[in-house]
């Protein structure tokens, strides 16, 4: 099956289709904006202006079909309606389609396409009017007049109408009678090699529609994706309406996936009381029991003891969020397999498995049309005869009952309790379109409406109020009335994919009625499905679901797992991501199990892990093996916290749970939620760095001072030991603006700077955790372990050990470790160890911490590493620091490696882990020589725009109180501009500086030698070292600068664009009012003259020399500058108008809001649109 062919085919129909529907409606004077009134009016005559010279008129019915149209419109939208009449068209082309292949048409004529292999027009055209149609006299006589004047399409039209209508009579729920306003807005043709039909029938192999129903549940999803992508897109905008619920929840289920749940719950079921039946060997994906104790196969055999009496006839199968029908299509498969192997005849089979085992339910009415066709079209696969037989299937899509008045129930009912009753119905389905199938019904006489409403369906009625509340009765009430039998029911057998939606998309209709009926399980509709699905399955009756693996393993989710576990689980296969071959990725990560309604003793039950196979495929293939097989009693889940589902736990490892929790001997704390982090927090180096409070024991301490920010603990990358110390939160007056601000969340503030160990909550690969000093407030996103000092150090280095990831994982098998999950972690606190974890942990953060200052991002960062070696060469120092970052790196490992060791034997885990520790998972950086060399060359920028200083370590300047005497040995840039040029225009050029600055630290007689060094580490074109170094500072420093700085760059580089006529870098917090000006004149307008003299000079060698290469260069060059010089005079114009400005910056309102302020500007010409040119190159 050509899946890419049929996505494509889907989304550009449901384009198409929706297109030409609005410009049928727009013909009849409708539109979004509107609906007109006819220009002209007579008696079965009305005339539309449709802004052509030809107005569009229409007679008689089409007036009827235009006012049913107008009518559906004030109840639904326009834009609702008009995305139901091209789903409906589409069910019908793409039905007909199938059909027409399998050759179940009626009439043996291809509708669509043509049994001639390279004929475009479809046998219906060419055999009109000799097809049994049931055309009229008329009819026959417009086809011969549409054939002689050659109005094919037309003639099409007509035909294909006349065919849908003709297919009502043996499939009435697909193909509705079409004389409403859906055949007025049908627009469709066989010539247009555009069209939808010509799509279809040129773009999807034939063979794909050939015996394979399944095609129908691909076409469905795929022809939701674009709406399903902008639902999801606008999702923090608006919630999900109830016409976008079914696009945006349904995912089609893989084959192999429905075929396990089928065979692993229908099948079972059938196999329970009858072992001895052969349908096994068909049954690719059952999994055999696992062997069971005596005592429990004692008790299986009672259970399926009953069993036994089970007749085909009696087993009733439902499947609540049914989709297009793909699950109950294979239900339908099974069951004729069991019906055969006990005699049944493949004829009576099929009626008897429509009529009394298969039941379906569906939020969405273009899915309950499919399924319908789906088990029609399997059925027909085995009975010739079955269409058009009144099967009364028991499926349907659920109806709101808006719009049913209490006289309409006054009419049916004939007496106070079924009036009761009815009216608890229209209540209760009022809003049905947003909740579905876990409506929770009480239990009512449905027999007697039953028989109200039958006596009004086949009484005769004379008056035409009857007759019009007969009809409602009809197409109103007894839906109603159908979903809430098959609702009220339990069945033997419930098998589904339910909806995937978190609280986060739900419209108030349907979070309300969670919170007030499904309280356990209101986070997320796959979970209500499990706890609805629970209750729908009778006593030793069999549930199988797919669903997100969450339920197995989330706090949020325990009582839902509280309630499965007093089941009997049989199966579960743990999936994991890229389980749907159209979803990559982590987001969808499922779980399907099947489990039967009751509960025994020491039952084993089977788990199958293919979370680590990476496609759909080898997730099969795995399946089918067995693979990663685990036996497991589910009572042992209870004896962990949660009851997590954590199969692949051993004993040994669960016995550790009876231990103290790491919550009864520390605090385990959330942190605070700002509510608007953009105006409270900033990166410190972003900040005026003297209004910073390092170091504070109490917020007290902030009273009546200049300090303003404070250190902020907000989780951070994958790190371990100590770093992550980044952000800086406003808490001025003892955090008085925050505190006052209304959407803000302070939790723990008792906790506040005090020491303590902080983790990530989403972690990249294992849990890391961190040593905080006292000094920092902490995030909800860097929560906090509190305790005495004394068990400080033992603990975190319990926490970074294999054995608290390996206990984590069964307490949460995602990467997110909430506060819960780190509060049960089981602690031994062992007093033989603890002086060597103290003394190796304390080593490890010494080392960590000495590691994140050596970087520019700590604020204790001191001077580069390559300066602390004392020698004259670079490539010295460097080896020098590569040999030190690798000892460090390998101590570090060794140390972890060793305390992993002392942990595996504290809790006994010898046999479940090993003490190795891979590289990637220790923290620390070992020298790079790219990375380190282009760090040097920061430093040294820092130095020229005066952040560093050679004569002093440290911090020197980042606001506050400019010192000039902490400068000597190379002195900063006096007015903080240093020009980046491609030729060295001022002395104060930056690789003029830079060249300086490595003379200063290493050296004149080594300069060439260490310029050279550097040269070579940069990779970057040139013809000499300083060359190199110049293209580096042109095109890549800046954008090192930006990373390094998390898109928060501290120096700001002025860019005149793509040409290089100008750049120049300047420290913001060194920024003044007058510097645009500044750069402007004393810069910008000093390259420009230097721009014409060099333009002037190559204009002189291009006049008067007589080498054809000299001429040719100096052309090259004199392009290159003309262009520069063109780039220049229009940055010009911008930086003018700023300059005039004097803009000011606050440094306390952060890069962002400070950079803005130079981006934008616009700047006019003559005659022209304005343009806006950025002073600062973007980042």
């Known amino acids: 099956m050509d899946k890419k062919a049929i996505k494509t085919f889907a989304i550009e129909s449901r384009k198409k289709l929706i297109e030409e529907v609005k410009y049928q409606a727009s013909l009849l004077g409708i539109t979004a904006k509107g609906i007109a009134e006819p220009v002209e009016k007579a008696e079965g005559m009305e005339v539309y202006d449709i802004g052509a010279s030809n107005p569009n008129t229409i007679y008689d019915e089409a007036i009827k079909q235009r006012k049913n149209l107008v009518k559906r419109i004030n109840e639904k939208g326009f834009d609702n309606v008009v995305e139901e009449v091209a789903y409906t068209w ?245 069951l004729m397999q069991i019906y055969t192997s006990v005699g049944y005849s493949e004829l009576d089979a099929s009626v008897s498995i429509l009529k009394n085992n298969i039941y379906g339910l569906d939020i969405d009415d273009r899915a309950y049309q499919l399924a319908y066709f789906a088990l029609m079209m399997k059925a027909r696969s085995y009975n010739k005869r079955l269409l058009g037989k009144k099967l009364g299937l028991q499926m349907c899509s659920i109806q709101e009952s808006k719009g049913i008045s209490k006289d309409l129930i006054n009419f049916v009912a004939d007496n106070n309790a079924n009036k009761n009753d009815l009216q608890y119905l229209v209540e209760i389905f009022n809003d049905a379109k947003e909740l579905g199938s876990i409506v929770n019904l009480k239990s009512i006489d449905f027999s007697s409406i039953s028989d109200d409403i039958t006596k009004i369906k086949n009484k005769k009625y004379n008056d035409f109020k009857s007759i019009k509340y007969q009809k409602d009765v009809v197409n109103t009430l007894y839906p109603i009335l159908k979903q809430a039998i098959i609702l009220s029911r339990r069945y033997d057998i419930v098998i589904t994919n339910p909806p995937y939606m978190g609280n986060r998309g739900m419209n108030k209709t349907l979070s309300n009625y969670l919170k007030n009926n499904f309280s356990d399980s209101k986070n997320d509709i796959f979970a209500v499905f499990i706890e609805k699905c629970l209750e729908m399955v009778l006593e030793d009756g069999y549930l199988a679901m797919i669903t997100q693996q969450a339920f197995m393993f989330l706090s949020s989710y325990e009582k839902i797992r509280e309630k499965l576990l007093k089941n009997r689980i049989v199966n579960i296969i743990h999936l994991g991501p890229r389980a749907f071959e159209e979803i990559g990725g982590e987001v969808v990560q499922p779980a399907a199990f099947s489990l039967q309604k009751n509960f025994i003793h020491n039952y084993k039950s089977k788990y199958l892990s293919l979370v680590d196979y990476k496609s759909q495929k080898t997730k099969e293939t795995a399946f089918l093996n067995e693979s990663n097989k685990h036996v497991v009693n589910q009572e042992r889940f209870s004896q962990i916290p949660g009851k997590p589902i954590a199969y692949w736990a051993s004993n040994s490892v669960i016995d550790i749970f009876k231990n103290k929790s790491l919550g009864q001997i520390a605090s385990v704390r959330k942190g605070m939620d700002t509510g608007k982090n953009d105006r409270f927090l900033r990166f410190w180096f972003e900040i005026d760095i003297s209004k910073m409070g390092i170091n504070i024991l109490n917020g007290e301490e902030l009273l009546g001072s200049n300090l303003k920010w404070i250190p902020y603990n907000k989780g951070g990358k994958y790190k371990k030991w100590y770093g992550n110390q980044e952000y800086v939160v406003n808490w001025e007056n003892n955090g008085y603006e925050l505190k006052n601000f209304g959407k803000s969340t302070l939790r723990n503030q008792q906790f506040y700077f005090k020491k303590g160990l902080t983790w990530t909550w989403l972690s990249s690969s294992s849990f890391n955790l961190r040593f905080f000093p006292e000094g920092f407030i902490f995030d909800s996103n860097g929560s906090m372990i509190f305790c005495d000092e004394d068990i400080l150090f033992y603990i975190e280095a319990f926490c970074l050990s294999k054995v608290a990831f390996h206990i984590l994982k069964i307490l949460s098998s995602t990467l997110a470790f909430n506060i819960s999950d780190v509060k049960n972690l089981p602690i031994v606190v062992s007093s033989d160890y603890k002086d060597q974890i103290d003394f190796l942990t304390k080593q490890n953060n010494a080392i960590a911490k000495n590691e994140w200052n050596n970087y520019e991002l700590s604020w ?227 390259t420009q003259k230097a721009l014409e003299t060099a333009i002037a000079h190559n204009d002189r060698i291009i006049e008067t020399s007589t080498s054809a290469t000299e001429k040719s260069k100096a052309v090259k060059a004199k392009n290159k500058l003309v262009k520069q010089l063109d780039e220049t005079k229009k940055y010009d114009e911008a930086l003018a108008h700023v300059a005039n400005q004097k803009i000011e910056i606050d440094l306390d309102d952060g890069v962002k809001v400070n950079y803005a302020k130079f981006q934008g500007v616009e700047v006019s010409s003559e005659g022209q649109k304005a343009k806006k040119i950025d002073l600062l190159k973007k980042i």
């Open 90 to 334: 589409f069910n019908r082309i793409i039905a007909i389609r199938f059909m027409e292949v399998n050759d179940y048409l009626p009439t043996r004529v291809r509708v669509l396409s043509s049994e001639t292999e390279g004929k475009i027009e479809p046998d219906i055209v060419t055999e009109s009017p000799h097809i049994d149609l049931n055309f009229t006299p008329e009819e026959i006589e417009q086809i011969y007049q549409l054939k002689n004047d050659n109005k094919l399409d037309e003639l099409f039209r007509l035909l294909f109408i006349k065919q849908c209508n003709k297919l009502n009579e043996i499939l009435p729920e697909l193909f509705e009678k079409t004389a409403d306003y859906t055949e007025l807005l049908l627009s469709i043709s066989f010539t247009n090699e555009e069209g939808v039909v010509r799509h279809l029938i040129d773009n999807i192999y034939e063979k794909d529609f050939t015996d394979q129903v399944e095609i129908i549940g691909w076409l469905y999803q795929y022809y939701n994706t674009e709406l399903k992508e902008d639902t999801f897109k606008n999702l923090k905008k608006v919630k999900i309406s109830k016409e976008r619920i079914p696009a945006a929840t349904q995912l089609f289920t893989p084959d192999w996936i429905v075929r396990y749940m089928v065979e692993n719950s229908l099948g079972r079921l059938w196999l329970d009381g009858h072992s001895d039946s052969d349908l096994k060997e068909n049954w690719k994906y059952y999994l055999d029991e696992t062997e069971q104790e005596p005592d429990v196969q004692i008790e299986l055999a009672e259970i399926r003891e009953k069993s036994k009496k089970l007749k085909p006839e009696d087993i009733k199968v439902i499947d609540p969020a049914m989709g297009s029908g793909h699950i109950l299509v294979y239900a339908f498969e099974v």
């Open 860 to 1086: 204790n960062f001191k001077i580069h590493p390559l300066l602390n070696h004392n020698t004259s060469k670079i490539g010295h120092a460097f080896e020098n620091w590569v040999k030190f970052t690798h000892d460090q790196f390998y101590q570090l490992k060794s140390n972890e490696e060793n305390l992993n060791s002392i942990f595996i034997e504290i809790y006994g885990l010898k046999n479940d882990l090993t003490s190795e520790v891979k590289e990637n998972d220790v923290t620390i950086r070992k020298a790079d020589l790219s990375r380190d060399i282009k760090s040097f060359i920061s430093y040294a920028v820092g130095c020229m725009l005066g952040r560093y200083s050679l004569y002093e370590e440290g911090l020197i300047y980042a606001g506050g109180q400019w010192d000039p005497f902490r400068y000597s040995k190379f002195l900063p840039d006096d007015d903080n501009v240093i020009p980046i040029l491609d030729t060295e225009y001022f002395e104060d050029d930056i690789v003029g500086r830079f060249v300086e600055f490595v003379k200063v630290t290493f050296g004149e007689e080594t300069l060439e030698e260490n310029l050279d060094f550097i040269a070579q580490a940069l990779k970057k074109k040139g013809n000499t070292s300083r060359e190199v170094i110049r293209n580096y500072f042109l095109t890549d420093f800046y954008k090192d600068h930006v990373k390094t700085y998390k898109k928060h760059p501290i120096y700001w580089l002025f860019d005149s664009g793509r040409n290089n006529g100008f750049k120049a870098i300047i420290y913001m917090h060194r920024y003044e009012g007058d510097l645009v000006a500044r750069v402007r004149t004393d810069y910008l307008h000093k």
